[in-house]
C-alpha cells in the first residue's frame, strides 16, 4: 500500500525550485531586523542568556564565514564542525553551505558519551578543515593527538571570523544537486555513515515539513534543544526558518538534560507567537517526569501548535502522561503529533499533525508475527498498541515485501520505502552500502515510480491511509518461526519490576546450538530501588513470567545490569545490536557483579 504523490512546488509563493540557502539573502532583504535565530545559553545565567541574530546578521555572517572557509579549503572538500552549538555552530553551517564546502556536523570532542561517533564521523569524512572555538581548542587538539585520523589543513575559529570578510564574498550558483552536507547516521548498527545531503533534499525536506506541519497560523516560531549534529535538530532549527523566514529560538542538549523544563519554559515565554517543536519519545516522557507542581504553576502552553513525536518507538503511555501532565497548563489534545523519519530522507517522512488527538490502534500481537495487521479490542489479552505516524507530504511511501519487492496491501506488513525529492543518493564514499540501501526497484510497479526507492530497514504497515511503524527489520526476534518485535518485550520487560530501569531494556537474539535463535534480555537497573531491597531471582523470575505470558516464548538469559550499561545512540534509541555485542563480549557490568564485590567489601 503506498502513500502519498509528489508536489511540484512545496513550498509558498511557488519558491520550492530556490535552493534553500539562497533564501537567507531574499529575508535579510525583506526584513532585515526581524529575528532568525536565538541562542539560549543557561551556561552563563541559570535562568538564560538569549542571543539574537537578525536576518541581516545571519546574512552577513554566513558571508563572512563563507569567505573565510574557501580561503582554508577548496569547493567539495569538507570542514568539519567541532564547536559548541551556539550561534556560531549556525553560522558556520550557512557560511558552508554558501561556499561548496561541504560541512560535518559533529560537536565538541568535550560532550560526554559521544567519543565513538565523533571518531567514526571525522576519520570517515576526512575534513580539509576543522571549524571550532578558541574554547574548545583544547579539546580539539587532544582529540587529534590521541587518535589515528587524518590531521586537518588548517582549524577555524568560528567565534574570531571577521564580519568584514562578507563583503569579500561573491555569490556562485548553486545547484539543487551540490552537496550541501554530510548527516552522519547514529551509528546503531554499524559504524557511522554519511549520507550525502543535496542542496535539493534539504530544500525540498523543510517544505515537506512546514507543509505537514500547516503552519497557517500567523508568526510561527521553532523552539528546540535538539543537537544540531543531529538530523532531526539541524532541519528543524536551521532549515524551518528559512523557508519562510521566521524565527528560531534554541539552546543546547545539555541545558536541556540538566534541566528539561527549560524546553517548555521558552515555548511558554512566547505568549503572542504559534510554536512548534520536536523531539524524540524519551524527551516528552522525561520532560513530564520533572514537572513539579512549582513549574508548573503559571506555565502556559496555549500557543503549542505542534510537538513532533519522532526518531524512536512512539508509547502510547509516553503520549497519555504528557497530555496528562500538561493539559492543565493549556496544551491542546491535538498538539502532539507522532512522526517517522530518518537522516536518509533528509529527516521527515510522515507526521500525523492534523490538529487531532494522536490516533492509537490495538493490534493482535499474534497476527502480527505473521505480518498481518488485526484489530481487537483494547483490553484483549493479545492486545498490542501501534501509533499513527500520519501521512507523509510531498513524496511516497509504499511498503514493500523485501524478498518479492512487491508492494503489499493495506493491512500487510513490510519493509517501508520512501521515493521523494527529499531522499538522498547515497553515503559517503561508500558505493556498495548506497546501491544496497538508495536503489530499492519495485518488481510490479504499477502507477508507482519503478525506483530508485529508499530501503529504509524499518518495518511498518498502512492502516485506513496511515502509516504505522512496527519496528526494524534487522532487530526482529525469530524465535520458533515466529517473529517478535523487541520494542514490544523490552515494554514487557520494564513493567515486570520496579527494580528495572525504564527505557534502558535492550531485546535480541543469539543463536543457540541447534541452530535456532535465543531470546536474550538486558535491562538497566533502576536506582530508585536500593541495593539493600533488591532480590535479582525474584526480579528475573518476574521477568520471565512476563515474558512467557505476554510474548508466549521463553528468555534464553536475563541480565540485570547497571545503569549506563544499555548502549543508546545519539539520538537515544536502544542500540540493541551494540548491546549484544557487548553481551557477547562479557563486557557487561552486572548488578549481580555489583552485589558480589559489596559483600566481599563490607
Not at 85 to 100: P, V
Not at 245 to 254: E, K, L, M
Not at 531 to 546: C, G, P, Q, S, T
Request: contains cysteine.
Amino acid at each position: 500500500m503506498a502513500l502519498g504523490s509528489l508536489l511540484p512546488e512545496l513550498a509558498p509563493g511557488g519558491s520550492g525550485r530556490t535552493p534553500l540557502i539562497e533564501r537567507v539573502a531574499r529575508w535579510a532583504a525583506d526584513k532585515p531586523d526581524a529575528p532568525a535565530f536565538t541562542f539560549v545559553d543557561y551556561s552563563l545565567d541559570p535562568a538564560g542568556v538569549q542571543v539574537t541574530a537578525t536576518w541581516a546578521d545571519t546574512h552577513r555572517r554566513a558571508r563572512a564565514m563563507a569567505t573565510r572557509l574557501r580561503a582554508a579549503a577548496e569547493p567539495g572538500e569538507r570542514a568539519a564542525l567541532l564547536l559548541p552549538q551556539t550561534l556560531d555552530y549556525m553560522m558556520t553551517m550557512l557560511g558552508a553551505m554558501y561556499s561548496h564546502v561541504v560541512a560535518v556536523p559533529l560537536f565538541s570532542p568535550d560532550l560526554p558519551g559521544h567519543a565513538e561517533r565523533l571518531l567514526g564521523a571525522y576519520a570517515d569524512a576526512a575534513p580539509a578543515v576543522i571549524v571550532t572555538s578558541r574554547d574548545a581548542l583544547p579539546h580539539v587538539e587532544k582529540f587529534l593527538a590521541d587518535n589515528d585520523v587524518p590531521r586537518p589543513r588548517e582549524i577555524v575559529f568560528a567565534d574570531e571570523v571577521d564580519e568584514a570578510l562578507a563583503g569579500d564574498w561573491r555569490d556562485e550558483p548553486i545547484g539543487f544537486d551540490d552537496l550541501a552536507y554530510l548527516q552522519y547516521t547514529s551509528g546503531s548498527t554499524r559504524r557511522p555513515a554519511g549520507v550525502e545531503i543535496t542542496h535539493g533534499n534539504v530544500t525540498a525536506n523543510a517544505a515537506q515539513l512546514w507543509a505537514g506541519w500547516a503552519p497557517e497560523r500567523p508568526d510561527p516560531e521553532l523552539v528546540s534543544w535538539l543537537p544540531l549534529f543531529h538530523d532531526m535538530g539541524l532541519i528543524a532549527t536551521m532549515a524551518l526558518p528559512m523557508v519562510n523566514g521566521d524565527h528560531a529560538i534554541y539552546t543546547d542538549p545539555v541545558s536541556f538534560v540538566m534541566n528539561p523544563m527549560r524546553w517548555l519554559e521558552l515555548i511558554a515565554e512566547r505568549p503572542n507567537k504559534n510554536v512548534y517543536t520536536a523531539g524524540p519519545n524519551f524527551a516528552y516522557e522525561y520532560v513530564a517526569s520533572q514537572a513539579t507542581p512549582e513549574r508548573l504553576a503559571g506555565l502556559d502552553l496555549s500557543g503549542l501548535v505542534t510537538c513532533l513525536n519522532g526518531a524512536e518507538p512512539i508509547r502510547t503511555s509516553t503520549l497519555s502522561v504528557f497530555a496528562g501532565t500538561f493539559g492543565p497548563a493549556g496544551l491542546r489534545p491535538g498538539a502532539q503529533a507522532p512522526g517517522y523519519g530518518l537522516a536518509e530522507a533528509t529527516v521527515f517522512v510522515s507526521a500525523a499533525a492534523d490538529d487531532t488527538p494522536p490516533r492509537v490502534v490495538h493490534a493482535d500481537r499474534e497476527a502480527l508475527t505473521r505480518g498481518e495487521l488485526v484489530l481487537c479490542a483494547e483490553g484483549s489479552d493479545r492486545a498490542g498498541a501501534l501509533v499513527s505516524c500520519g501521512r507523509p507530504v510531498g513524496q511516497i511511501v509504499a511498503i514493500v515485501d523485501p524478498e518479492t519487492r512487491r508492494e503489499q496491501p493495506d493491512g500487510r506488513v513490510g519493509e517501508i520505502w520512501v521515493h521523494g525529492p527529499n531522499t538522498a543518493h547515497g553515503y559517503w564514499r561508500n558505493s556498495e552500502r548506497s546501491r544496497e540501501t538508495f536503489g530499492g526497484e519495485l518488481a510490479e510497479p504499477g502507477d508507482l515510480p519503478a525506483g530508485p526507492w529508499l530501503k529504509t530497514g524499518d518495518y511498518g504497515v498502512v492502516h485506513e491511509g496511515e502509516l504505522y511503524v512496527t519496528g526494524r527489520i534487522k532487530d526482529l526476534i525469530i524465535v520458533d518461526g515466529r517473529n517478535h518485535y523487541p520494542q514490544d518485550v523490552e515494554v514487557t520487560v520494564q513493567e515486570a519490576h520496579d527494580a528495572v530501569r525504564p527505557d534502558h531494556v535492550a531485546a535480541f537474539s543469539v543463536q543457540g546450538d541447534d541452530s535456532g535463535e535465543l531470546l536474550v534480555v538486558v535491562a538497566e537497573r533502576n536506582r530508585r530501588v536500593p541495593l539493600a531491597r533488591l532480590d535479582l531471582a525474584e526480579v528475573e523470575n518476574a521477568v520471565r513470567a512476563a515474558v512467557t505470558v505476554e510474548h508466549e516464548m521463553s528468555v534464553h538469559d536475563f541480565l540485570l545490569v547497571e545503569p549506563g550499561a544499555v548502549v543508546r545512540t545519539s539520538s537515544g534509541k536502544i542500540a540493541r545490536s551494540a548491546t549484544r555485542q557487548r553481551y557477547l563480549d562479557g563486557a557487561l557490568p552486572t548488578t549481580r557483579q555489583r552485589l558480589e564485590s559489596r559483600r566481599k567489601d563490607g
